[in-house]
């Protein structure tokens, strides 16, 4: 059976269902509509679309309540990647001189959309802001003109369109209007204009208070400053708004304590952190803490106790290194370390709490699903590491 085929399937229940909608509510119609409804239909079943489309768009001048087999069409075309089909149909619809004002706004999304899909992010955003100047409150613009400013990294305009979806949408809005800002400060940054960074990263957190993002870069700044404290208490202050997150600035937080001499309030801060937070996974961290205030005696015997209560690859992996001096030349133990080692290859480090993505690189905007702030740190449950079974089957 030809793969066309199939696609037709699904078409032709999408037809007979509306068929069966608008000539209910047009009986006296029926019989003519109904004998060239079929006809467009076997013409779509045997492949013939332009024959078929010709027949949708008499019938559709006849009685606009046809209008939605249109639609339906150019959905399918678009889901199966034939822009220029979808294109065709909807440039078809709002050409004509009969299209009664109602459908206009309508047409113009779908074919923003046709536009978005193909990747002609002018022309689609000519086609929004269409549809604004026929209906001002259209959300479904509005949120498109903000993926396409996105998408162009035009944060202004972005920031722009999103600042009026505010006041409705606070909740969605306002974290993604963060990222926005963010942005603006990361580019701050990179040109050394400190002013602006924090500017931006307090309308960051002026729009969501728990952006871990806009926090870092406030510690950050504090950091390459030399406030030292600062930077401690802004880092600290992540576990308030996603304790999750803290795994990101770990390194940070580390050289911070460092650079003030207070490893043991550090070991002390981490230990009381693992005990809120029992599946954030700190044993290493804290293990290379003892390490360097306590020695290597302090630090093995806490991972040995610790792995007992959370087994983790990494913490066996950890304690292992310790004993390499006493294993060199063991075999078992060679073979030990080689095969935890390879399994340590399917750890993934951050996951899109959203759509699933996983990867080892941390992304605030998720390549996969195009969501703000969900790509987090992986959670160590009790008894197993984060493994991603997904590609090992
Ligand atoms: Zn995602």
């Not at 004509?96 to 955003?125: H, M, N, Q, T, V």
């Not at 309030?265 to 952190?273: A, E, P, Q």
Request: glycine letters at 6%.
């Amino acid at each position: 059976m030809p793969v066309w085929f199939l696609a037709i399937i699904p078409l032709a229940v999408v037809f007979l269902w509306l068929f069966f909608r608008v000539t209910q509510s047009h009986k006296r119609q029926q019989s003519t509509l109904s004998s060239e409804y079929f006809k467009g239909l076997n013409y779509l079943l045997n492949d013939e679309q332009g024959k078929a489309l010709d027949i949708f768009v008499k019938l559709v001048e006849s009685n606009w309540d046809t209008i939605d087999t249109h639609f339906a069409l150019g959905k399918i075309y678009r889901k199966n990647g034939e822009m220029d089909k979808a294109i065709k149909i909807h440039q078809g619809l709002i050409a004509r001189p009969s299209l009664p004002e109602r459908y206009r706004s309508k047409i113009l999304l779908e074919l923003g959309y046709d536009y978005l899909g193909a990747g002609w992010f002018d022309r689609a955003e000519g086609l929004f802001k269409e549809v604004l100047i026929e209906d001002a409150r259209s959300k479904e613009a509005r949120h498109n003109l903000i993926l396409i400013y996105q998408q162009e990294k035009d944060w202004y305009k972005a920031i722009d369109i999103a600042e009026d979806l505010y006041k409705e949408e606070p909740g969605v809005i306002g974290p993604m209007i963060a990222h926005y800002y963010c942005e603006l400060a990361d580019m701050a940054k990179t040109k050394g204009d400190t002013a602006q960074l924090e500017n931006n990263a307090h309308k960051a957190l002026k729009h969501d208070s728990n952006c871990v993002r806009a926090t870092i870069l406030l510690a950050d700044l504090a950091k390459s400053r030399g406030d030292y404290a600062r930077a401690v208490e802004l880092y600290e202050s992540i576990e308030k708004q996603d304790a999750e997150s803290i795994i990101l600035v770990i390194d940070a937080l580390l050289e911070c304590y460092q650079q003030l001499g207070q490893e043991d309030k550090l070991h002390d801060y981490l230990v009381g952190l693992q005990q809120r937070h029992a599946n954030l996974f700190l044993q290493n961290v804290i293990a290379s803490v003892l390490e360097q205030s306590k020695g290597e005696k302090a630090a093995m015997a806490y991972l040995s106790e610790r792995i007992r209560q959370q087994p983790s690859l990494e913490g066996v992996l950890k304690l292992i290194s310790y004993k390499a001096q006493e294993i060199e030349g063991d075999e078992v133990f060679k073979d030990l370390l080689t095969a935890i080692t390879l399994l340590q290859k399917d750890v993934v480090e951050y996951r899109c709490q959203k759509c699933g993505f996983s990867t080892n690189t941390h992304y605030w905007l998720c390549p996969s699903c195009n969501h703000w702030g969900t790509v987090k740190p992986g959670i160590v449950h009790l008894g197993h590491g984060v493994i991603d079974k997904s590609e090992t089957g």
